[in-house]
């Protein structure tokens, strides 16, 4: 009898644990993020979180092969090239006969005059927090970011003077520049012939095609009827402002779908933090493997992490800081190691405004810095020998970093694995810095503030470690490390006020222009905020390389170009990153179907769900 | 006593008027250049050198704040509070839509505080230096001691990770999608009494097991907290004179301590509960944080982390509220527990 009631209880314990081990709900996919969608409109559209539910609603022209960035078709039917004819006149007209039977998810068909609404309706949108400054940039060859400076190039006069807070044209004069101003200079952009849809570029901008590539959440194609049948713009060159810049909830599709993706939006549901996603059965490709998606918002790790063991998620955000939780797991699968299209760097301002509450005494006297601190060569020699970068890859980040030359992922069209990478030495750094200000620096001493957003440890780490190198060298050196709050870190590095500070930026597209252009060029992001002497610097020796090199269609030639860029950079201790971030996918393993990509919003921790099941 | 509750319902108003522009000011001196961070994700967004100055100008920062205050108070007498960034809709009508998972959250977690929490002290009061005594009060040691954010991650770890018994969130996902498409009717918007009217028993319990965890990390500590106060009071009450007569009248221990103690040792318990009611409401923001569950407290969380000034301050606005009628209500039961008590 006892014997029985052993072998019963063998039989139900298999048979619990077989209960446990079995794919949980397998036709839904639940992935638990931190961050929540700003907003579905993908014109609007600029954060992660909305760029991984956008890329399931909607379809692009092209897109990625696999992993790679090599192009290929997807609601185009060829990706324009000079050898296909359909990339033609230097670079500044591109082609793409558009594919047909694609259906939207309302029902209506695809059609060349979708794709042309969708770009102008972009570009006179122009919203100011979203994305599609990018392809104004590209399509103006680099000229203007934005609609209402393209306006007053055209007009004469500032959209804002041009259109009162009511989005009434102020004048009939004004009235008259902005239909005119859609008639001659944005129509003429966008051109429908035939089934091929035509983008006629003001100049050439090499990278355009990464900027409306799938994955570019505001290069997603949208259905003009319904848009126009939800009160969005209704295509006439009269009116066009009042759809201006409005914020993201004014739009039709802020919480809306009106995509042909592989998925239709279910459910956005603002209460519970998460959007929910039916398969879409008409996708053209044919219907995805899996028939729900859930992205939920779990801003907890622990409940996270929970979640995933219990089988309740299927993937869940993994900061680097825990990335051995789930080695001794086998039901959890973990990657690690792939390449993200990001790099965090060390900044050093060549001037900084003389105002400036971080800069001490703004003397060489022990107490503070000189606004020009960091002009001379050597001292930002010392800093970057200073740095112990293995130990803040190894230690910091788990290892999921890895080192690069100058501030260009790998992977990126530039980038030279055989470029050296500055080392950490003391010795070196300490050269330096007797060399640097003619010996006064060594003489004297210094205080410099490092500065970081406060809430990212690993920066708060990084600066900490740079203090004790640093002050190790020479005992009249002092760094003070200050975190500060996001906005006020917004503040003081665009009012060029930190002297020192770290901070990254992630590609929003996979050019090296996107690095280049914001690191170093006179005009760019980061590089203006260098100060008037490094704008000097970068004007004579960097701007010609990176101007040039963006409207160079010849692969080889532009590598070159940024081979002799990157020299320049080295050699003048300018390119100063930490670390290039890796990816970690931590997922069930019945999730299947799971690649990296290095432009995908969240592309190294989530699958493209099109092609991910679970089994 | 109605001329008390007049009085005070009166000042209301000047109150809240006070919290706001309290608020407000602070939100304002941070200045229009580090309030556009609530609008811009990503700081490519103000790659044009127009970008700031565009922004500021789109969402009205750059105006004097009493111009901006005033507009605001003009708004919200009309009934607009401004627009939630995180709630993706009116201030107001996210806070009215996340109202009854808090109240549902904290309601029931008043419940075992009150009763389970007077029970204890009672017991631990008239046990003095008893082994049940010595128990309970290391009961309360330790739920004082251990921080609710703390507590929140065993009890997680405990029942969800190991245990698999009570699952984080709100309802599972089965249950969310009979909500969202039906047959299912929002009545009483407290999932667990519609789903009773709903004649949804599986709904109930569904929401039951996602509710115990977050209960059981929300009560604890205020189990702790009240059994202590009525344990203090009670061993205070049965040393009073009137104690002593009534039991050397010969009445039974049993009821003494119902007749005679308990009652006047509710005193004391009544007074901290109106700031208990509104330190359940606050603990709201840890366990809806932990437990991934909707509701006010973590919509304050996250808009104070995003500067989202409007929520924020909207959601200052009701827990204002919540705290002076609670008051209120706390001065007018003294009355009730004690008729030597009179208001005026």
Not at chain 1, 165 to 191: C, M, Q
Not at chain 1, 199 to 204: R, Y
Not at chain 2, 32 to 55: C, D, F, Q
Not at chain 2, 95 to 117: D, H, N
């Amino acid at each position: 009898m006892q014997k029985k009631l052993f072998v019963l209880f063998i039989c139900l314990l298999a048979l619990t644990l077989s209960a446990f081990a079995a794919v949980k709900d397998p036709d839904t996919i639940v992935n638990a993020e931190y961050g929540a969608p700003e907003t579905l409109d993908p014109h609007a559209e600029w954060d992660n979180a909305s760029g991984a539910v956008i890329n399931n609603l909607y379809d692009n022209l092209i897109k990625y092969v696999g992993e790679t960035i090599e192009f290929e078709p997807m609601l185009s039917t060829a990706v324009p090239t000079p050898e296909n004819g359909l990339l033609k006149d230097n670079g500044k007209t591109y082609i793409f006969p558009i594919r047909k039977g694609v259906k939207f998810h309302s029902g209506n068909i695809l059609t060349p005059k979708d794709i042309e609404y969708t770009f102008e309706r972009g570009f006179l949108a122009d919203n100011s927090s979203g994305a599609v400054t990018l392809i104004i940039e590209a399509v103006s060859g680099g000229e203007f970011y934005t609609v209402a400076d393209w306006f007053e190039a055209y007009a004469g006069m500032a959209y804002s003077d041009a259109v009162n807070d009511d989005r009434e044209p102020t004048s009939a004069e004004a009235k008259a520049k902005l239909i005119g101003f859609y008639n001659e200079v944005i129509d003429p952009l966008f051109v429908v012939e035939g089934d091929n849809f035509i983008v006629n570029m003001k100049d050439a901008f090499a990278p355009f095609l990464f900027i409306i590539v799938k994955y570019a959440g505001w290069g997603s194609i949208i259905d003009s009827q319904w848009c126009m049948a939800n009160g969005e713009w209704d295509w006439k060159a009269d009116g066009w402002w009042k759809w201006h810049d409005r914020t993201p909830e004014e739009s039709a599709l802020h919480m809306a779908d009106a995509g042909c993706g592989p998925y239709k939006l279910a459910v956005w549901d603002q209460t519970n933090n998460m959007v929910v996603m039916e398969r879409f059965d008409d996708y053209w490709q044919g219907p995805a493997k899996t028939k729900t998606l859930i992205f939920k918002t779990v801003e907890e790790y622990s409940t996270r992490k929970a979640m995933l063991e219990a089988g309740d998620a299927d993937l869940v955000l993994v900061d680097p800081i825990y990335r051995y939780d789930f080695d001794n797991n086998p039901d959890i699968e973990v990657i690690s190691g792939h390449p993200r299209a990001q790099v965090t760097s060390i900044h050093m301002g060549w001037k900084v405004q003389e105002t400036s509450e971080y800069i001490g005494s703004g003397k060489l006297d022990g107490n503070g810095i000189p606004a020009d601190f960091f002009t001379d060569i050597n001292v930002r020699a010392g800093i970057l020998h200073a740095f112990n970068y293995d130990a803040l890859i190894d230690d910091l980040v788990n290892g999921l970093g890895k080192r690069v030359p100058t501030d260009l992922p790998e992977g990126f069209l530039g980038f030279d694995p055989t470029l050296p990478v500055y080392e950490f030495d003391l010795g070196k750094a300490e050269k330096a810095w007797k060399a640097a200000w003619g010996g006064e620096v060594w003489e004297n001493g210094f205080k410099l503030v490092a500065m970081y957003n406060a809430g990212n440890e690993v920066r708060q780490t990084a600066c900490e470690m740079l203090k004790v190198y640093v002050e190790s060298i020479n005992p009249k050196f002092q760094v003070e490390v200050l975190g500060v709050q996001w906005p006020t870190y917004l503040k003081a590095t665009r009012e060029e006020l930190c002297p020192l500070y770290i901070i990254g930026w992630v590609a929003d597209y996979p050019d090296a222009h996107n690095f280049f252009s914001t690191y170093y060029h006179s005009n760019g992001y980061y590089g203006k905020r260098h100060g008037g002497e490094y704008n000097d610097f970068a004007k004579e020796y960097l701007d010609p390389i990176i101007d040039v090199a963006v409207k160079e269609t010849d692969v080889n030639k532009r590598i070159e170009m940024y081979a002799e860029l990157q020299k320049i950079l080295l050699e003048n201790y300018i390119a100063t990153p930490l670390y290039m971030p890796q990816g970690l996918y931590v997922a069930r393993k019945w999730l299947k179907g799971f690649f990296p990509h290095l432009l995908r919003s969240s592309g190294d921790r989530t699958p493209e769900f099109y092609y991910a099941w679970k089994e | 006593m109605l001329a008390f509750i007049i009085r005070r319902l009166l000042i209301l108003p000047i109150i809240l008027i006070g919290v706001t522009l309290l608020i407000f000011s602070m939100i304002w001196m941070l200045g229009p250049e580090r309030l556009i961070g609530t609008y811009v994700k990503s700081p490519e967004a103000l790659k044009s050198e127009k970008a700031v100055e565009r922004l500021i100008q789109k969402y009205g920062l750059d105006r004097p704040a009493p111009e901006m205050y005033v507009k605001w108070l003009g708004n919200v007498l009309k009934g607009d509070f401004g627009y939630s960034n995180v709630g993706r809709q009116g201030v107001l009508q996210s806070i009215m839509e996340l109202i009854p998972y808090t109240f549902e959250l904290a309601l029931y977690a008043l419940i075992p505080v009150v009763f389970v929490g007077i029970w204890l002290g009672v017991i631990a009061g008239s046990h003095q230096d008893k082994p049940l005594d010595h128990g309970i009060r290391i009961f309360a040691i330790i739920g004082w001691s251990l921080p609710d954010y703390v507590f929140g991650l065993l009890v997680l770890l405990v029942f969800y990770s190991y245990l698999k018994w009570f699952p984080p969130g709100f309802l599972s996902d089965a249950s969310m999608k009979v909500m969202r498409e039906g047959p299912w009717k929002d009545i009483t918007h407290f999932v667990t009494i519609d789903a009773i009217l709903n004649w949804r028993f599986d709904i109930l319990w569904d929401a039951i097991r996602h509710l115990i965890a977050p209960l059981l990390t929300l009560s604890y500590l205020w189990w702790a907290y009240i059994l202590r106060i009525t344990r203090s009071s009670m061993l205070e009450v049965l040393r009073k004179d009137y104690v002593r007569t009534a039991r050397a009248k010969g009445l039974s221990e049993k009821v003494v301590i119902n007749k005679h103690v308990k009652r006047n040792a509710l005193i004391p318990v009544a007074t901290v509960s109106g700031g208990m009611i509104v330190q359940l409401f606050a603990g709201t923001v840890i366990v809806e944080t932990i437990f991934a569950r909707p509701g006010l407290g973590r919509f304050t969380a996250t808009a104070a982390v995003t500067l989202d000034y409007f929520s924020v301050i909207g959601a200052a606005l009701f827990f204002s509220l919540i705290l002076i009628v609670t008051n209120l209500i706390v001065d007018i039961s003294y009355a009730l527990i004690d008729p030597r008590i009179r208001l005026s």
